[in-house]
């Protein structure tokens, strides 16, 4: 973890977090994250985290 810049260390957080999500929804369905294509975890992704940062700045 990198203590000494508090954005990159949320950052970091934030996307272990949707990761961590991302595991336990692809359990909840029966599925693996082999079943999913690029497109699906990088729209997955990139929405977990703008919806994040969104939230944060208001």
């Known amino acids: ?3 000494t810049n508090p954005t990159a260390s949320a950052f ?3 996307v272990i977090a949707a990761d ?3 595991h336990v929804l692809c359990r909840m369905r ?4 082999d ?4 497109d699906a975890l ?6 977990a985290l ?3 940062f969104w939230n944060a700045a208001r």
């Open 12 to 14: 970091q957080n934030l």
């Open 30 to 33: 029966g599925i693996t994250l």
């Open 50 to 52: 703008d919806e994040e």
């Open 35 to 38: 079943d999913l294509s690029e």
């Open 1 to 3: 973890m990198n203590t």
């Open 42 to 47: 990088e729209r997955f992704f990139f929405e």
């Open 20 to 22: 961590e999500t991302l």
